[in-house]
């Protein structure tokens, strides 16, 4: 039985992000799965017509490349990449499963998870499958690279009037 | 997945007796009502509600605790220091706590014993008196195997005294009072105080004469006689004169004491048991921890600050086993090593100002601070001015 990255010292490293990134920091996201069921595809598979389920908050670490302005064929485009890092028990809490496709709402734009890293293993054991127990280690964050993307697409909030009721009727992509 | 999800303070504690590691106070109402607000005081000075404090109660309540204890054992090792020569040797029986102290004589007189025994005037070792007999024609003498053999079980005897002189001269020295042999009776004659009793001398005499010729008759003995003497060596006795037959059978005496008793260390006590249930050092002097209810204001306000350190450098303890710990993405340094280090300064200073406030309240401090006002009083009072008096 290793000595170290007992459940105590866990819960203490998670007691401790917990207060650093929900109450410290307090970078909060909402997070829209997306609902593949109600998504409709066109003849090539793709989602032509996609839709999410409410956003949920999330607490969350944001490192952000700056706005990039490219020239393309219709002219010019914002882009902007982001990583989303995740406490991984604040999904696992809710029993929510972030995939490729979800998205995230932050600062006034949606950001679709390109990829996601579940590999912050600490003492090398994540409890779930670890030989030594589920006593030990912890797989502890989930990080998310995405992308902006166009708000048209989404079908959550109208393009051109926004979500609010008195200004346009619900429910839209949602 | 098992996990474990460890509460941390919650913001409010519930003392409950046995909530602390040794219980030494529990029972206490003044310090079940008082552990609540020292752990939320504690918390507090850590940071919360701003932060939160990874301790739990129980944690608070152990430091609370152990305040309270080395509160009382500075007060309880001031305490000895101050008294350790008046109360050594005294019954363990009944503890001192809470208790005045008066200062006694009783140690310097026992150390003071040890040379009256050897002086003969006093100390606490049992003189006592033997006898040998003579035997014809032998002049040497193992008191040792004469004497300690079987009344001593052996033990090194340490000779103080001899019994063996001449018979006092006094004994063959006319009555001074008498008049006769000293030479006045002639000039007595002469004032016509002759004829009366023998017995009656009406001549003051100062008695530098008869100490003079009891002198007289003593070196006579020395010098001109065979003079009684004697020799100990390793409590081998050699007399002279030599004993003829008919001094055989006498007894010659000798005081002594044995040694052993002389060397014993352990001291009776009150029920004669040499050297215990008395206090013999620092650790058996009957100390108990304070009573918290009784301690006073000042004191209280000591034990919060300390228990406030402790509970720093426990939190330092809990947040420094680990030097970083991981956040997602990346990792963080916790303050473990500073709190540890804020709590060590902390403790030590207030143990350093307690112990100069102790030092400051001891018989010697309060003597010389007396003293010192005292001078200063007579020297305000010197510049007062004395009035002229005009008779």
Known sequence: ?????????????????????????????????????????????????????????????????????????????????AVFSFLRKEFTKISLVPEVGDIIEWDKAYFEIDSMVDNQIFGGKDPDYSLAGGMHGSSHSIICTTHMTRMSRLNIEDVRYGNEPSDYDFPKGI | MARLDIAIWPGSGSFFPGDTPFGLYDTD?????????VAEFSAKKLGYPITDIEMQANQFFACFEESVTEYSAQVNQFRIRETMLDVKGFSTGSSFTGKEITPTLGPQIAIAENYGTEAGSGGNVAYKSGSISFVADEQDYDLQKLWAKDNENGNRLVITRVYYEATPAITRFFDPYVGTGVGSQQMLDGFGFGNYSPGINFLLMPVFADALRIQAIEFNDQIRKSAFSFMLRDNQLKIFPRPEKNDAGTKLWFEYYVEADRNNPLRSNDNGIAGEGVISDYSNVPLTNLTYSEINSVGKQWIWKYAAALAKELLGAVRSKYGTIPIPNSEVSLDGATL???AASEKEQLITQLRETLEATSRQRQLEMKREESENLQQSLNRVPLKIYIG
Do not use: C, H, W
């Open chain 2, 29 to 37: 109402t003044v310090f079940q009502s008082d552990a609540d607000k």
């Open chain 2, 340 to 342: 540890k280090s804020e």
């Open chain 1, 1 to 81: 039985m290793p000595l170290f990255s007992g459940a105590r010292d866990i819960s203490l490293f998670e007691k401790l992000n917990e207060e650093l990134i929900n109450s410290v920091i307090q970078t909060e996201i909402f997070f829209y799965k997306l609902v593949l069921d109600e998504t409709g595809d066109n003849v090539y598979g793709e989602g032509t017509d996609k839709r999410y389920y409410a956003g949920i908050k999330l607490p969350t670490l944001v490192d952000r490349s700056n706005q990039q302005y490219v020239e393309e064929a219709y002219g010019v485009d914002l882009q902007q990449a």
